[in-house]
């Protein structure tokens, strides 16, 4: 049985993705090899729309965003987390764990983050040095004004959590004011997890140089002492770079204008095929939740169990709930190496099982939703070509 990977992260990856990481394996200290890592960092630039410094780490999303707390601040400093789901909620933990002062501003699950309340909470408190938020919430679908987060947060230090909405969503990093933005490699970049990048402004920086707290591996004074001749004071997750590398390439090929277009029709056609069912989106239907889309399961069918049998019946990978959704909803990813008819197969697949498990409704009502936000789209692109 074929296998098809739906999840907000890891995510599929292109045939020449996955053959970058049979090359023969280079030393990391030769010019070959500077010659690779130096062309990754500035074409993520690009992607990032950044002119600061990108520091790469051979780690999960989570270890760079942990280097963040080692390198900005001091034991007892006071940050405000703002958030409204799993992954929020696990930045505050992140904070508590090297002992950070944390103001926590907690949203219903589903609901956008109230950058007024953020706004609001940073002006009464002139202790805050900081103020941190996820872009896309992928444990509810949701996608927060990051904007609108740094021009609330402005005086302090506006730390974004990019992970799954780089190379997905509108992002721009030095327009928006954002002094670090962190992803990785296993959501749109499409490739395998094991390497994440933080981009860090000039006064992220400054307030590197007069953080406290303890750090080794995660350095950044380390990673900055040779950036222009070494990729790493520690062994480089070479492949992976290698792969970082390809993909990146393809996505310029592509164009950013046209991956963030391709994601939004994506998110269309998985919106309308499982409304047109009769389904409930746990979060808003808007072009900007364009990553993941998160669906309400009729009451009487566990959503465990319809995710076992959605993967053993049809091989088809989708994502449970976390947190507080555990068991309640769905989650369809469609951010990095997806193409429409990818989306056609799942909501294809979700409709047959559906129908297994009790639930009727008008077969293929899924896909022809799907299919006509698909044509609406296209027949754009005809008369565009007509016209020109």
């Known amino acids: ?3 098809r990977l739906l999840v907000p992260g890891p995510t599929p990856t292109p045939p020449e993705v996955k053959l970058a990481a049979m090359q023969e394996l280079i030393d990391e200290r030769t010019s070959e090899f500077g010659v690779i890592y130096s062309r990754v960092v500035s074409n993520l ?4 729309c950044t002119d600061n410094d990108i520091f790469m780490f051979a780690s999960s999303i989570t270890g760079a965003s942990e280097s963040i707390i080692q390198n900005l601040f001091s034991p007892g400093d006071k940050i405000l987390v703002a958030s409204n789901g799993f992954f929020g909620e696990r930045w505050i933990r992140l904070c508590q764990a090297f002992g950070l002062d944390v103001i926590e501003l907690d949203f219903k699950w589903g609901n956008k983050i109230d950058n007024e309340m953020v706004k609001s909470s940073i002006s009464n408190d002139p202790d805050i040095k900081a103020a941190i938020c996820v872009h896309c919430e992928t444990s509810t679908s949701m996608v927060n004004d990051v904007e609108g987060f740094c021009e609330a947060a402005n005086g302090v230090l506006k730390i974004v959590d990019g992970a799954s909405s780089l190379g997905v969503c509108k992002l721009k990093t030095d327009e928006w004011g954002i002094d670090v933005l962190v992803s990785g490699g296993q959501k749109a ?8 990048f933080i981009s860090v402004s000039n006064r992220a920086w400054k307030c590197h140089l007069d953080s406290k707290m303890s750090r080794f591996y995660f350095d950044w ?3 900055k002492e040779n950036i222009d001749s070494s990729p790493s004071p520690w062994t480089p997750a070479i492949s992976l770079i290698m792969q970082l590398d390809t993909a990146i ?3 310029l090929e592509e164009g950013l204008d046209n991956i963030l277009q391709r994601h939004i029709v994506l998110g269309r056609m998985v919106r309308s095929g499982v ?3 009769g389904l409930t989106l746990f979060a808003s239907d808007s072009d900007v939740n364009s990553a993941v889309t998160a669906v309400i399961l009729p009451d009487f069918i566990p959503a465990d169990t319809f995710l076992k049998s959605l993967n053993l019946k049809y091989g088809i990978q989708v994502a449970p709930g976390v947190g507080e959704l555990k068991n309640r909803i769905i989650r369809i990813g469609h951010c990095g190496y997806f193409d429409v008819f990818d989306i056609l197969n799942v909501l294809s697949a979700i409709e047959l099982l559906l129908y297994q498990y009790g639930y009727h409704h008008q077969f293929g009502s899924a896909v022809v939703a799907a299919q006509k936000v698909l044509v609406e789209e296209e027949g754009a692109i005809v008369s565009d070509l007509l016209l020109s």
């Open 249 to 251: 390439l393809r996505m």
């Open 275 to 277: 409304q047109a069912i």
């Open 1 to 3: 049985m074929k296998t």
């Open 45 to 48: 630039k690009k992607l990032m």
């Open 221 to 223: 004074s380390l990673a």
């Open 189 to 196: 970049m499409m490739c395998p997890p094991g390497l994440s």
